[in-house]
């Protein structure tokens, strides 16, 4: 079952622009975390915000976490090229490592 | 990070016929892994919870008789999907987590094409 929606499902930016892409869920959460997946190949795991956590930086990547709202952001800064991809949040609700996934946004970076 | 492996990353196969998938996690053991099915352009569904010693939990609407799921190890986990139909084909991925971190970490993936 998918855990909540993503928006926008379909971003196209210029290089060196911002991307923000917003998650929401369903459930009460442990942690959630954000993956980006190149065409047609595995996951990579890019940031994780915990439960208790607001925000949190890694990089050009800025996450945020409002649990009164079950909604987080991802927030990617200086944005290049080779950012173009999937991105999923997921959420683990018992810090099982079983994850719910969003349904996605779909990152274009133009050069 | 933690890496897991899947063999095979891709493979074609008769409608009928059945495939395994491996799931292997390299660098540290894995009491439970975890299988997913991703549709073009959709996201990923959580399929099973793969116990290492006891049966495999399916997620509601998996059909625990088509996708035989074996944990014989601490670091390998093996899907079959039976008698498989070109409505099977998709793309599986496997992911584990180790005690010593949070996050989950993901296989390459498989992309069953069942013709």
């Known amino acids: 079952s998918q855990q909540g929606e993503e928006d926008p499902q379909a971003l196209s930016i210029q290089e060196g622009e911002n991307a923000t892409m917003n998650c929401s869920y369903k459930t009460s959460i442990n942690n959630l975390q954000w993956y980006r997946q190149n065409s047609g190949r595995g996951l990579v795991h890019l940031i994780l915000i915990r439960s208790n956590e607001r925000e949190k930086h890694s990089g050009r990547l800025r996450v945020t976490l409002d649990t009164s709202k079950k909604s987080s952001s991802l927030l990617i800064t200086a944005s290049r090229a080779a950012d173009t991809a999937s991105y999923f949040c997921?959420?683990?609700?018992?810090?099982?490592?079983?994850?719910?996934f969003g349904q996605g946004t779909t990152l274009q970076v133009k050069p | 990070g933690a890496v897991v492996s899947q063999h095979p990353s891709w493979v074609i196969c008769k409608s009928g016929t059945s495939v395994k998938i491996e799931c292997r996690s390299l660098d540290f053991q894995a009491t439970t892994m975890f299988w997913y099915r991703q549709f073009p352009k959709q996201s990923l569904m959580l399929m099973a919870t793969s116990n290492e010693g006891s049966k495999a939990t399916y997620e509601q609407g998996v059909e625990k008789d088509k996708f035989l799921i074996n944990h014989a190890s601490l670091t390998l986990s093996t899907l079959t999907v039976t008698s498989a139909h070109p409505e099977d084909s998709s793309f599986y991925i496997c992911?584990?987590?180790?005690?010593?971190?949070?996050?989950?970490?993901f296989g390459q993936g498989t992309r069953l094409t069942v013709v």
């Open positions: 992911s584990a987590t180790p005690t010593s971190a949070p996050e989950a970490f």
């Open positions: 997921a959420t683990d609700s018992g810090n099982t490592g079983k994850l719910i």
